[in-house]
C-alpha cells in the first residue's frame, strides 16, 4: 500500500513563509513526477507546482517567484517552501506523486491534504 503523508501546514500571517513536506512509504518500484495541489472552499482543485525525477519544475503563475518546490529521491520527499504568502494562498494543499507500482505500470497517488490558512 503506498502512502504520501503530508505535513507543515498551519496558520500565517499575510507576508509570512511556510514549509510544506511530503514523504511517500510504501512498496513500489519508483517514483515520477511529484508535485502540490491545492483547493479553496468553493473552486476546483488547481496545480501549485511538480517537480520531475530529474528536477525540471513547472509552477502555477500565482506562485511563480514565491513558492520553491524540490524533492529527496533518496528519501522519496516532496517539499514545497512558500515565501510572501497571500490570503489567497488559503487553501488546502493536497501532495501527489506518481508512482511505479512495477517497471510498467503508474498509478496517480494524493496525500490526506493539509491545511494553510493565510490571515492577519
Known amino acids: 500500500q503506498v502512502q504520501l503523508v503530508e505535513s507543515g501546514g498551519g496558520l500565517v500571517q499575510p507576508g509570512g513563509s511556510l514549509r510544506l513536506s511530503c514523504a511517500a512509504s510504501?512498496?513500489?518500484?519508483?517514483?515520477?513526477?511529484m508535485g502540490w495541489y491545492r483547493q479553496a472552499p468553493g473552486k476546483e482543485r488547481e496545480l501549485v507546482a511538480t517537480?520531475?525525477?530529474?528536477?525540471?519544475?513547472n509552477y502555477a503563475d500565482s506562485v511563480k517567484g514565491r513558492f520553491t518546490i524540490s524533492r529527496d529521491n533518496a528519501k522519496n520527499t516532496v517539499s514545497v517552501q512558500m515565501n510572501s504568502l497571500k490570503p489567497e494562498d488559503t487553501a488546502v494543499y493536497y501532495c501527489?506523486?506518481?508512482?511505479?507500482?512495477?517497471?510498467?505500470?503508474?498509478?496517480?497517488?494524493w496525500g490526506q491534504g493539509t491545511q494553510v490558512t493565510v490571515s492577519s
Open positions: 510504501g512498496i513500489f518500484f519508483s517514483i515520477n513526477t
Open positions: 501527489n506523486a506518481n508512482i511505479y507500482k512495477t517497471a510498467y505500470v503508474t498509478n496517480d497517488y
Open positions: 517537480i520531475t525525477r530529474r528536477g525540471n519544475t
